[in-house]
């Protein structure tokens, strides 16, 4: 197809994406935007989308902006809207108000088969008695294009998409990876300036679902194509994306690179829903956990758990141990909390004791982050308690995914993950 790969920013960071490729042509893209930021004129544009389905508000002035070649999850639980944003933004569903721009082109009055757009349904939605290359070519033919460049345009996608060998194959004679990856060739052999995929890993088995997503990122990064991905998956959208829109309930409470939306997430409801948390309502001073009316967030690779006392610990006693392969998951009961930990290596087992340590916090107030996630060291050179009278206020950039209108930071220090 004459692909080469574009420059892209990773994940966890900020930059240009340039020199975007397909089989039609080639092109620049401006640097990444914030959700309600510049306008993308090479990407995606939407501005206060709303939704209302059956007497309910489903998306409620909803902003978002994605880079030239940028790939972004809407990421949430079900019924949040992140399905319902996707057929809005595919033309399948109209909105209420607001507008969608495709590469710096207003669509929201055009139908799906006028958009730049192109579709990865969950189902795949392929023909069962076309062969692959038919289900592939149909939108070509729909579009009455000569039938040398519909062999041509065809042959080429299979072949990116590693399905030449199936060409003539039916779908009920593949397996559901290859199926999967012939929906996503029907979607690319449009040369759409947007891909999009509504839970397209939602059919495989687990051990498949991690092959087939690297084989989306691959392709999604060799062709430089904008792409937005509905997932419920967290892993699933932290593995592939350059930055995740998470919702709840017809809202972005926040969008974020991966390592910040984990680092400091900004609401409580991201913190539960990115990650396992350790949420305890309290005070947090010293490594310990106090009386208090704010909550506590703590990950479980934040908590050390140690034979002998270190500086900081508390005494604990090993209540439950869950294998996990490489690392286990251990339960932890101190004085103050209790408390969930990776450990590597060989476990303790139940009754065992110990001393358990507390190294990073995050504390909540009314659902927002207060200030920054707390490390022990820092608590305990200071001597002050992350509490409701002695924290900071939350900042008011903070404040705006509670009002639906979250935004990225500046870029912070990427933050490496760090459960086992």
């Not at 990407?43 to 978002?64: A, F, M, Y």
């Not at 289900?135 to 080429?156: S, T, Y």
């Not at 998956?233 to 930055?243: H, K, P, T």
């Amino acid at each position: 197809m004459g692909i080469s790969p574009p420059e892209r920013p990773t994940a966890g960071g900020s930059g240009t994406s340039s020199g975007r490729a397909t089989a039609g042509g080639s092109g620049t893209s401006p640097g990444r935007a914030t959700a309600g930021g510049p306008r993308q004129p090479g990407g995606l544009d939407i501005r206060g989308l709303s939704k209302v389905l059956g007497g309910r508000t489903i998306i409620e002035n909803l902003d978002l902006s994605v880079a030239e070649g940028e790939l972004v999850s809407l990421l949430g639980p079900s019924g949040c809207g992140k399905t319902t944003t996707l057929r809005m933004i595919a033309g399948f569903l109209a909105p209420d108000t607001g507008s969608i721009s495709v590469a710096g082109r207003d669509v929201v009055h055009l139908g799906p088969e006028k958009r730049p757009s192109a579709m990865v349904f969950q189902n795949y939605a392929l023909w069962p008695h076309m062969s692959v290359f038919k289900n592939v070519a149909f939108p070509l033919k729909l579009r009455k294009l000569p039938r040398a460049e519909i062999v041509q345009r065809v042959d080429a996608v299979l072949e990116l998409v590693n399905l030449s060998h199936h060409r003539d194959s039916r779908p009920g004679r593949i397996s559901g990876g290859e199926q999967q990856r012939v929906a996503l060739a029907r979607a690319l052999v449009q040369e759409p300036d947007l891909l999009l995929l509504d839970e397209p890993l939602s059919n495989l088995d687990a051990k498949l679902r991690v092959k087939v997503r690297e084989d989306i990122r691959e392709i999604q990064q060799r062709l430089g194509i904008t792409t937005v991905i509905v997932t419920h998956d967290q892993d699933e959208a932290l593995s592939i994306s350059d930055r995740i829109a998470v919702m709840n309930a017809g809202r972005i409470e926040q969008y974020s690179t991966p390592d910040e939306l984990y680092a400091r997430p900004r609401t409580e409801f991201v913190a539960t829903f990115i990650g396992s948390l350790n949420r305890i309502e309290g005070t947090y001073r010293d490594g310990a956990i106090g009386p208090g009316s704010d909550v506590v967030g703590i990950r479980p690779e934040d908590v050390q758990f140690h034979p002998d006392e270190r500086s900081g610990s508390r005494p604990a006693t090993v209540e439950r141990v869950v294998p996990r392969g490489h690392f286990s998951e251990i339960y932890l009961r101190r004085e103050d909390a209790e408390l969930r930990s990776y450990f590597t290596g060989s476990p303790p087992v139940p009754g065992d004791t110990g001393f358990a340590r507390i190294s990073r916090a995050m504390i909540f107030r009314n659902g927002l982050l207060v200030g920054n996630p707390i490390a022990a060291a820092e608590s305990a050179a200071t001597g002050t308690a992350a509490s409701a009278s002695s924290a900071t206020e939350p900042e008011p950039a903070e404040a705006e995914p509670a009002a639906g209108q979250a935004r990225a930071d500046a870029a912070v220090d990427s933050v490496a993950q760090r459960a086992p």
